[in-house]
C-alpha cells in the first residue's frame, strides 16, 4: 500500500520543503500540494522538487477552468522535467464558490472539460501537433473567433514522459465513471470501506468497462485520517474527525445540491445526514458537529490501536484502495513524521 499526504498549502514554502524531506525519509511515497484560493500550487511543487528525491509529487487539485488545458499540459510537463519523472497532475472542478468567486470565471460542463482537458495533455506530450475540436475547447483557434493566424503547434520540450500520470478527484456518480474511464487514479472523498461500494461501484463498474488496457489498473487514492493510540483516547480524536464531516455534510451547499450530503445518504445515514445538514444550515454547527455517528467517522478513518490500524489497511486494501493519502493526526512537523514512520510498519 502506497502512502501519501497533503502538505500545507498557506504557510512558508521552506518549513514545508523541510518536513517533506524528513517524510520522505520516514517512507512517505507521494506528496500532494492542494490549491485553494492560497498561493498557487505549481511554484510549490517546483520548490519541493529540488528539496526531495524519491517521493512522487501531485498537485491535489489543480482546478480546471482557470488555465487553458494547454498550459495545464505545459506545466505538468514542466514539474515532470523538474522533479526527473515524480510528477502527478491532479485536477478536479473545485466548485463555483472558488471558480466564481475569486476568479471570476463561469463554472460549467466539468464532465466535458475534464474529458477535454485530458485529451488535450496527452496530445500536448506526445508532442503532436495540437489539433482539437471540442465542444468546450478548439485548437488551434477557429478564424472567425480570432485573428485567423493561430496554426497547430507542437511542445518544443520533449518531456521525460509522454504518460504522465492523472488523478481525478470525483464524487458524483458521473465523475466518478469518467475517472475510472479515463484517468490514472481517482481520490474520493470520505471513503468508507465497507460501504465505498454502495456509493461507488456501478460508476467505477462502469468506467472500467470503457477503460483503455494501457492504461493500467486504477490507482484508487483513499484520504483517512491517522492516530495510532490506545482504544480509550479513540473518542478524543474523533472530536477532531467530526467538524469536518459536519462541514461537508452539513454545510458545503443547499439543501436538495450537497454532494458530500448524497455521499452520506449512499452510505446509508440518510437521517442523519438530514439532521446534520438542517442543524448546520440553521447556524447550529456545535449540534451539526454532536449528530456525526461515531460509526461514520471511524469506518472512514484510520484511528485506534497498531493492531486495529492494521486491520482497517487490510479493510481499505480489499475494498480496492491501492494509496492511503493520510491525515496525520499530530500537533507538529516532528509528530506527523512519526507517526508516518510508524504508520510505514503497518503497510
Known amino acids: 500500500m502506497r502512502i501519501g499526504m497533503a502538505l500545507n498549502y ?16 520516514a517512507g512517505l511515497d507521494i506528496a500532494f500540494v492542494p490549491e485553494a484560493y492560497s498561493f498557487d500550487a505549481v511554484s510549490q511543487l517546483g520548490f519541493l522538487a529540488a528539496k526531495t528525491s524519491t517521493m512522487e509529487l ?3 487539485i489543480l482546478q480546471l477552468y482557470t488555465r487553458t488545458p494547454t498550459l495545464t499540459a505545459m506545466t505538468a510537463a514542466g514539474l515532470d522535467f523538474v522533479s526527473d519523472g515524480r510528477f502527478t497532475l491532479g485536477l478536479g472542478a473545485s466548485g463555483p464558490q472558488v471558480v466564481e468567486g475569486f476568479h471570476g470565471v463561469k463554472y460549467d460542463a466539468p464532465l466535458a472539460r475534464t474529458r477535454e482537458i485530458i485529451e488535450i495533455c496527452r496530445k500536448v506530450w506526445r508532442r503532436e501537433k495540437l489539433v482539437h475540436e471540442g465542444r468546450k475547447y478548439q485548437i488551434p483557434l477557429p478564424a472567425d473567433q480570432g485573428t ?6 507542437k511542445l518544443i520540450n520533449h518531456p521525460v514522459r509522454e504518460n504522465i500520470p492523472i488523478m481525478l ?8 465513471e469518467l475517472a475510472a474511464e479515463i484517468a490514472d487514479g481517482w481520490q474520493p472523498i470520505f471513503f468508507h470501506p465497507e460501504k465505498a461500494h454502495l456509493a461507488w461501484g456501478e460508476p467505477l463498474a462502469a468506467g472500467r468497462a470503457k477503460r483503455d488496457p494501457s492504461l493500467g489498473d486504477l490507482d484508487v487514492l483513499a484520504s483517512p ?7 480509550s483516547e479513540v473518542p478524543g480524536y474523533l472530536e477532531f474527525v467530526k467538524p469536518h ?4 455534510i452539513g454545510g458545503m451547499g443547499a439543501r436538495g445540491k450537497n454532494f458530500y450530503n448524497e455521499l ?5 445515514y440518510e437521517a442523519e445526514a438530514k439532521i446534520i445538514q438542517d442543524l448546520y444550515l440553521d447556524g447550529k454547527k456545535d449540534e451539526a458537529t454532536a449528530a456525526v455517528p461515531d460509526e461514520l467517522a471511524r469506518s472512514i478513518s484510520l484511528i485506534g490501536p497498531e493492531s486495529y490500524v492494521a486491520e482497517r489497511v487490510e479493510a481499505f486494501r480489499e475494498a480496492g484502495a491501492t494509496t492511503l493519502t493520510v491525515i496525520p493526526m499530530a500537533m507538529d512537523a516532528p509528530g506527523r513524521v512519526a507517526l508516518v514512520e510508524k504508520f510505514r510498519e503497518l503497510c
Do not use: H, Q, W
Not at 485567423?148 to 503547434?153: A, N, S, W
Not at 478527484?169 to 466518478?176: E, I, Q, R, S, T
Not at 485520517?225 to 482504544?231: N, P, V
Open 245 to 248: 464531516l459536519a462541514l461537508y
Open 169 to 176: 478527484a470525483a464524487l458524483g456518480p458521473k465523475n466518478v
Open 264 to 268: 452520506a445518504c449512499r452510505y446509508g
Open 148 to 153: 485567423g493566424l493561430g496554426k497547430p503547434l
Open 225 to 231: 485520517a491517522l492516530a495510532i493510540c490506545e482504544e
Open 58 to 60: 501531485a498537485s491535489g
Open 10 to 25: 498557506s504557510g512558508g514554502f521552506a518549513e514545508t520543503a523541510a518536513e517533506a524531506a524528513d517524510l520522505e525519509r
